[in-house]
């Protein structure tokens, strides 16, 4: 799990506190409940909590409960018995059985619908369970920790989550600040990340120079960690050699107005974005899907914007 321990940097006084959290729940058996904004980490602490205890060489299992229909979920969560619905050929175990003695993490748990909700709630409770279409109760083992960066609270006021589900789970939370809360974490990723992309790109030498820096230090990182590591792999592919400049990072990080002298030099935010998605698919040669990745965001959202601005 040692890759784990690096990914997880705690630089800032507010990561620590995290971190000082994080290390004092490892083993607790209880429910864990992770929020923070989208990109902050909460599920590298949570792979990172699972590679400190002593469920370490027990599965890691993790369910998206906000992709998946609402069909599939307890059917991926619970398993189902052959002849369980149409299509059930066969049977099948679900997430929390093959989760075993390990972790079990419910990412974005508050896209669950009510009745989904209503039937965690009874597993955490009573511990047991049964797959779809069948009789026989299986204990549950795993180690379940729940993510989400929508607030619950106003949800349960809102009626799309459960009360009772939600005091469930609240019980050991752990909040991860945003990145722009926690600054002196953004240098100590950055290098991380140019450690584990640089020699993808080519680049096994590949470092900030001091504007670049300065760039990263001062942006506001509204997606986070999950932002940061795109705009390292951005510059990496628009680098001309192993020191990495201002120009080669989206232009969107330098977007901030440094005085009202400066307004006048400013693009738009779309021309910022159709200027960056240009120059991402001529360093790919158009290739949609490495290009998506590149940008931190979908196949489909590439595909629309590429379309409205006219990139064909």
Same mark, same amino acid.
């Given at each position: 799990?040692?890759?784990?321990?690096?990914?997880?940097?705690?630089?800032?006084? &507010?990561? *620590? %506190?995290?971190?000082? =959290?994080?290390?004092?729940?490892?083993?607790?058996?209880?429910?864990? #409940? !992770?929020?923070? +904004?989208?990109?902050?980490?909460?599920?590298?602490?949570?792979?990172?909590?699972?590679?400190? &205890?002593? *469920? %370490?060489?027990?599965? =890691?299992?993790?369910?998206?409960?906000?992709?998946?229909?609402?069909? #599939? !979920?307890?059917? +991926?969560?619970?398993?189902?018995?052959?002849?369980?619905?149409?299509?059930?050929?066969?049977?099948?175990?679900? %997430?929390?059985?093959?989760?075993?003695?390990?972790?079990?993490?419910?990412?974005?748990?508050?896209?669950?619908?009510?009745?989904?909700?209503?039937?965690?709630?009874?597993?955490?409770?009573?511990?047991?369970?049964?797959?779809?279409?069948?009789?026989?109760?299986?204990?549950?083992?795993?180690?379940?920790?729940?993510?989400?960066?929508?607030?619950?609270?106003?949800?349960?006021?809102?009626?799309?989550?459960?009360?009772?589900?939600?005091?469930?789970?609240?019980?050991?939370?752990?909040?991860?600040?945003?990145?722009?809360?926690?600054?002196?974490?953004?240098?100590?990723?950055?290098?991380?990340?140019?450690?584990?992309?640089?020699?993808?790109?080519?680049?096994?030498?590949?470092?900030?120079?001091?504007?670049?820096?300065?760039?990263?230090?001062?942006?506001?990182?509204?997606?986070?960690?999950?932002?940061?590591?795109?705009?390292?792999?951005?510059?990496?592919?628009?680098?001309?050699?192993?020191?990495?400049?201002?120009?080669?990072?989206?232009?969107?990080?330098?977007?901030?107005?440094?005085?009202?002298?400066?307004?006048?030099?400013?693009?738009?935010?779309?021309?910022?974005?159709?200027?960056?998605?240009?120059?991402?698919?001529?360093?790919?040669?158009?290739?949609?899907?490495?290009?998506?990745?590149?940008?931190?965001?979908?196949?489909?959202?590439?595909?629309?914007?590429?379309?409205?601005?006219?990139?064909?």
């Amino acid at each position: 799990m040692s890759d784990l321990e690096v990914l997880w940097v705690a630089e800032d006084p &507010g990561s *620590r %506190r995290v971190l000082e =959290f994080a290390q004092k729940v490892v083993d607790a058996p209880t429910t864990l #409940l !992770v929020t923070g +904004e989208s990109g902050t980490g909460k599920d590298q602490l949570a792979r990172w909590i699972h590679g400190q &205890g002593a *469920r %370490r060489d027990s599965p =890691f299992l993790k369910i998206d409960c906000a992709s998946l229909p609402r069909g #599939l !979920v307890e059917s +991926e969560l619970f398993g189902h018995e052959r002849g369980a619905f149409t299509g059930a050929v066969a049977r099948k175990p679900g %997430r929390l059985e093959m989760a075993g003695n390990g972790t079990m993490v419910l990412d974005e748990v508050a896209a669950l619908d009510l009745d989904a909700q209503a039937k965690l709630l009874r597993v955490l409770e009573e511990r047991t369970f049964e797959r779809l279409g069948g009789t026989e109760s299986l204990h549950l083992n795993a180690r379940v920790v729940a993510l989400t960066n929508a607030d619950l609270e106003k949800a349960v006021r809102a009626g799309r989550f459960r009360e009772d589900l939600f005091f469930r789970l609240n019980v050991l939370v752990l909040a991860v600040p945003p990145l722009r809360d926690r600054r002196s974490d953004v240098l100590p990723l950055a290098a991380c990340f140019l450690h584990r992309l640089g020699p993808v790109h080519g680049r096994a030498d590949a470092r900030l120079d001091s504007a670049s820096a300065q760039l990263l230090e001062d942006y506001s990182w509204p997606g986070n960690v999950r932002e940061l590591k795109n705009a390292i792999e951005h510059a990496l592919v628009f680098a001309s050699d192993s020191t990495l400049t201002p120009q080669n990072f989206p232009a969107i990080l330098g977007a901030a107005p440094q005085g009202a002298g400066s307004l006048a030099g400013l693009s738009s935010l779309e021309d910022m974005e159709k200027d960056a998605i240009r120059a991402t698919l001529e360093a790919t040669h158009f290739k949609i899907a490495r290009s998506a990745e590149i940008l931190g965001i979908s196949r489909k959202t590439l595909l629309d914007k590429r379309k409205k601005y006219g990139l064909i």
